[in-house]
């Protein structure tokens, strides 16, 4: 893995939680381990591909642990969130409110359709796990 460079510490948190998907998979392993198909089933829209991709890098960046049981094949991959990961919580619960406090001021403005969804749980179990 290439050596990483970063000048303020934004840069390397968001170069780990970066992305459309990275979020998300955080929110659903901080309720429990799981496997890739557990993951595909509560993400939908993911490709097997970004999956794969996006639990690889943040394997890499050891946020989550990828676990493989089994002798032969077809192996059982599970994935949970390291003691780093859990770290996240309460930076993924803070981005998350002003993203909602954010959205609703767009959408007050005529800039936005919707708002979000104001769910901080999965976010919230990280938070809880790491007391």
Not at 22 to 37: E, G, M, N, Y
Not at 66 to 89: C, E, H
Request: net charge neutral; charged share 25%.
């Amino acid at each position: 893995m290439a050596k990483k460079t970063y000048n303020i510490g934004v840069e390397a948190t968001l170069a780990v939680i970066s992305g459309k998907w990275k979020p998300r998979i955080l929110c659903h392993l901080s309720v429990r381990p799981q496997r890739t198909c557990d993951l595909r089933h509560d993400l939908p829209e993911i490709s097997q591909k970004v999956l794969t991709q996006q639990l690889r890098e943040l394997a890499e960046d050891g946020i989550v642990e990828r676990q493989v049981y089994g002798d032969k094949a077809p192996f059982k991959v599970v994935y949970t969130l390291t003691a780093m990961g859990r770290s996240l919580g309460t930076v993924l619960v803070q981005m998350s409110i002003w993203g909602e406090h954010h959205v609703d001021e767009l959408r007050e403005a005529g800039l936005a359709d919707a708002s979000v969804q104001n769910d901080h749980s999965g976010f919230e179990n990280l938070l809880q796990s790491t007391t």
